[in-house]
């Protein structure tokens, strides 16, 4: 039972503790014992390499994603997909054909309904793993960082994201987010999780990293890696850090485009290298590459996905690292743009990479590798060394002794009681109040009684959150508050911010609910229109919490960060706003003032209190 997986491996990090503390008294011959047990691992996963074809050592490499709810029997058009895309029609024909090591679990593939749902695909896939000739548990993963990027939905517990863990400042609270996170993840089947980020947001303009970061101090987010590092994989979930060698002082997102960091070497070591390091001294099993050229690191300006110097010179040899490397994505734009996508898998095998993940064209890449190999382009010896990682990883994660999940797990794990508390309570110590004018805040129920909620609805990142607005609004009329709701979007039309300033008449306060205002955006239109009505308002940051920068000079009367649109930190914020909690958070990044990027509104540490 997956359960007793998980304690094992508890058992297992306990003992090791107690060896590492006692390891100055060990006698010789205990400490061989650790090791002939580890060389008798290794010598066992070497067999089974032995054994394998060219074809099944070349599918170990690859994670892949598949289309639908189940391993066997999913929806006809999910088939459609799976046939379009990789010429099979369901997870477990994808794993007896191409023998992958790993499939990554999407929300828009459908593969995250519920629960019950997830641990019966994650079984289904595992039963198709060991019915190949030979037979390898596989490593299912997903990117459930929290925050803006999760995969896995309610029921199950959405814990703060990063950034927001870094407003809370606890790096208790961090582990505890973590373990929560890794112990229902795995209750489902899924090993792997693309996560803690460990990028330093140092850039407010950054598109792709912002909030999934933990803040800009590299000390900081060094500490919040470890916290959570040690709390995933307490769990006994695969942790992995992202994205190396640090993705934090973009201005191109890699999704889209081929970013390039001009730090310096020095400048790298002192401001992107610290989580890195940390999440290797903490024992991280996984590090994901990032699409980013960083010439002060490879000249030849490759994306380090793809880059010698950068994985093998700097992350193998220099800073000691000996776990799975994992790419980003493959189906990207920035590891796309120099090379064909029958290159870039076996580049990216030279450059170091163990793990290829998602890439656009499976049959493709598989094929080229394979060729490469046949080839003598990629000798046997280099995918071998892959191979032997991502085995004993799957053996530390206990796969070769039960892969699966249990449904009796899932209910007594997923989304309990004891989890949901435990998310509400980090949650609330990560608020951040940044303006409060006249005291403003905490509202009073004799004098503000009449709340209206306007502003931004994005999408769920989990697909069952919010929308924003209805959460706040439902949120502060269970705390005794008269609240309706009123989505106005992301860019308000005329018409829209003409409805949201007749709705606020009568009222006795208006929130609004921000999201990564720029200078054009016509949400400061919508707040200072408001603010012209005479009632009071207080804007929430939903999203990057340089939001008041822009919104600086509009009439805003009170503002807060909420680092996220989920509805945990939606909650926490109405708590605050409506005095049942006090604002906790202090700002892990600095906010620039709008007209002059050179000067601090707000430094790093700010929070007001109440």
Same mark, same amino acid.
């Given at each position: 039972?997956?359960?007793?997986?998980?304690?094992?491996?508890?058992?297992?990090?306990?003992?090791?503790?107690?060896?590492?503390?006692?390891?100055?008294?060990?006698?010789?011959?205990?400490?061989?014992?650790?090791?002939?047990?580890?060389?008798?691992?290794?010598? #066992?996963?070497?067999?089974?390499?032995? #054994?394998?074809?060219?074809?099944?050592?070349? &599918?170990?490499?690859?994670?892949?994603?598949?289309?639908?709810?189940?391993?066997?029997?999913?929806?006809?058009?999910?088939?459609?997909?799976?046939?379009?895309?990789?010429?099979?029609?369901?997870?477990?024909?994808?794993?007896?054909?191409?023998?992958?090591?790993?499939?990554?679990?999407?929300?828009?593939?459908?593969?995250?309904?519920?629960?019950?749902?997830?641990?019966?695909?994650?079984?289904?896939?595992?039963?198709?793993?060991?019915?190949?000739?030979?037979?390898?548990?596989? %490593?299912?993963?997903?990117?459930?960082?929290?925050?803006?990027?999760?995969?896995?939905?309610?029921?199950?517990? !959405?814990?703060?994201?990063?950034?927001?863990?870094?407003?809370?400042?606890?790096?208790?609270?961090?582990?505890?987010?973590?373990?929560?996170?890794?112990?229902?993840?795995?209750?489902?089947?899924?090993?792997?999780?693309?996560?803690?980020?460990?990028?330093?947001?140092?850039?407010?303009?950054?598109?792709?990293?912002?909030?999934?970061?933990?803040?800009?101090?590299?000390?900081?987010?060094?500490?919040?890696?470890?916290? /959570?590092?040690?709390?995933? /994989?307490?769990?006994? $979930?695969?942790?992995?850090?992202?994205?190396?060698?640090?993705?934090?002082?973009?201005?191109?997102?890699?999704?889209?485009?081929?970013?390039?960091?001009?730090?310096?070497?020095?400048?790298?070591?002192?401001?992107?290298?610290?989580?890195?390091?940390?999440?290797?001294?903490? &024992?991280?099993?996984?590090?994901?590459?990032?699409?980013?050229?960083?010439?002060?690191?490879?000249?030849?300006?490759?994306?380090?996905? !793809?880059?010698?110097?950068?994985?093998?010179?700097?992350?193998?040899?220099?800073?000691? =690292?000996?776990?799975?490397?994992?790419?980003?994505?493959?189906?990207?734009?920035?590891?796309?743009?120099? =090379? @064909?996508?029958?290159?870039?898998?076996?580049?990216?095998?030279?450059?170091?990479?163990?793990?290829?993940?998602?890439?656009?064209?499976?049959?493709?890449?598989?094929?080229?590798?394979?060729?490469?190999?046949?080839?003598?382009? $990629?000798?046997?010896?280099?995918?071998?060394?892959?191979?032997?990682?991502?085995?004993?990883?799957?053996?530390?994660?206990?796969?070769?002794?039960?892969? =699966?999940?249990?449904?009796?797990?899932?209910?007594?794990?997923?989304?309990?009681?004891?989890?949901?508390?435990?998310?509400?309570?980090?949650?609330?110590?990560?608020?951040?109040?940044?303006?409060?004018? @006249?005291?403003?805040?905490?509202?009073?129920?004799?004098?503000?009684?009449?709340? %209206?909620?306007?502003?931004?609805?994005?999408?769920?990142?989990?697909?069952?959150?919010?929308?924003?607005?209805?959460?706040?609004?439902?949120?502060?009329?269970?705390?005794?508050?008269?609240?309706?709701?009123?989505?106005? &979007?992301?860019?308000?039309?005329?018409?829209?911010?003409?409805?949201?300033?007749?709705?606020?008449?009568?009222?006795?306060?208006?929130?609004?609910?921000?999201?990564?205002?720029?200078?054009?955006?016509?949400?400061?239109?919508?707040?200072?229109?408001?603010?012209?009505?005479?009632?009071?308002?207080?804007?929430?940051?939903?999203?990057?919490?340089?939001?008041?920068?822009?919104?600086?000079?509009?009439? %805003?009367?009170?503002?807060?960060?909420?680092?996220?649109?989920?509805?945990?930190?939606? #909650?926490?914020?109405?708590?605050?706003?409506?005095?049942?909690?006090?604002? @906790?958070?202090?700002?892990?990044?600095?906010?620039?003032?709008?007209?002059?990027?050179?000067?601090? %509104?707000?430094?790093? &540490?700010?929070?007001?209190?109440?």
């Amino acid at each position: 039972m997956h359960h007793h997986r998980t304690s094992r491996r508890t058992l297992l990090t306990a003992t090791a503790a107690a060896v590492a503390a006692t390891a100055v008294t060990t006698t010789p011959a205990i400490a061989a014992g650790g090791e002939s047990a580890r060389r008798s691992t290794r010598d #066992r996963l070497k067999r089974l390499v032995s #054994r394998m074809s060219l074809e099944e050592k070349v &599918g170990q490499l690859f994670v892949m994603r598949v289309y639908g709810h189940s391993a066997t029997e999913p929806d006809q058009a999910d088939i459609d997909l799976n046939l379009k895309e990789m010429g099979v029609r369901t997870a477990a024909e994808l794993v007896a054909k191409y023998h992958v090591g790993g499939i990554i679990y999407f929300t828009w593939a459908h593969n995250t309904r519920e629960p019950r749902q997830i641990a019966d695909l994650s079984n289904g896939i595992q039963r198709a793993g060991l019915a190949q000739d030979t037979p390898v548990p596989l %490593l299912i993963s997903t990117d459930q960082e929290h925050g803006i990027v999760a995969r896995v939905g309610r029921p199950a517990t !959405l814990v703060p994201g990063a950034m927001a863990l870094g407003a809370g400042g606890s790096r208790a609270d961090a582990r505890k987010a973590a373990q929560i996170a890794g112990a229902e993840l795995t209750a489902m089947g899924i090993v792997q999780n693309y996560a803690p980020v460990a990028d330093v947001n140092v850039n407010p303009a950054n598109p792709v990293i912002g909030v999934r970061s933990f803040g800009s101090d590299p000390q900081a987010v060094a500490g919040m890696v470890t916290a /959570q590092v040690k709390g995933y /994989q307490g769990a006994g $979930i695969a942790a992995t850090s992202k994205h190396f060698p640090g993705h934090g002082d973009t201005k191109d997102d890699s999704h889209y485009a081929l970013p390039t960091i001009r730090h310096t070497a020095e400048q790298w070591e002192e401001l992107d290298a610290p989580p890195f390091r940390a999440a290797i001294a903490a &024992g991280i099993d996984s590090i994901m590459t990032a699409h980013i050229v960083v010439p002060a690191l490879d000249p030849a300006e490759d994306p380090a996905t !793809l880059s010698k110097p950068i994985l093998t010179g700097v992350l193998r040899e220099r800073l000691g =690292y000996d776990g799975v490397v994992v790419t980003d994505s493959l189906a990207m734009a920035g590891v796309r743009q120099k =090379y @064909g996508d029958d290159r870039v898998p076996v580049l990216a095998l030279l450059a170091g990479c163990d793990q290829l993940l998602n890439p656009p064209d499976l049959p493709t890449a598989w094929n080229a590798v394979l060729k490469a190999v046949r080839d003598g382009e $990629i000798s046997m010896a280099r995918i071998e060394e892959s191979i032997l990682r991502i085995l004993l990883l799957k053996d530390r994660l206990g796969l070769f002794r039960n892969p =699966y999940a249990s449904p009796q797990d899932v209910d007594r794990t997923v989304g309990v009681r004891a989890h949901l508390a435990a998310a509400d309570r980090i949650a609330e110590k990560t608020t951040t109040l940044l303006a409060n004018e @006249g005291r403003l805040l905490p509202l009073s129920r004799r004098t503000h009684k009449n709340v %209206l909620v306007v502003g931004a609805d994005p999408a769920s990142p989990s697909g069952t959150t919010g929308p924003p607005t209805t959460v706040v609004a439902g949120a502060l009329t269970a705390l005794g508050f008269t609240a309706t709701a009123l989505s106005t &979007g992301i860019t308000p039309t005329r018409a829209k911010i003409d409805e949201a300033v007749a709705a606020a008449k009568g009222k006795d306060v208006v929130v609004v609910g921000t999201y990564n205002v720029s200078a054009t955006s016509p949400q400061r239109t919508l707040v200072r229109e408001l603010a012209a009505t005479g009632v009071p308002v207080v804007t929430l940051a939903i999203r990057n919490p340089y939001d008041i920068a822009q919104l600086d000079g509009t009439g %805003l009367r009170a503002s807060l960060a909420a680092y996220s649109w989920t509805d945990v930190e939606l #909650r926490a914020a109405a708590r605050v706003i409506a005095g049942h909690a006090g604002p @906790g958070g202090k700002l892990p990044v600095p906010v620039q003032r709008a007209d002059d990027p050179a000067k601090v %509104l707000y430094p790093v &540490g700010y929070g007001l209190t109440y």
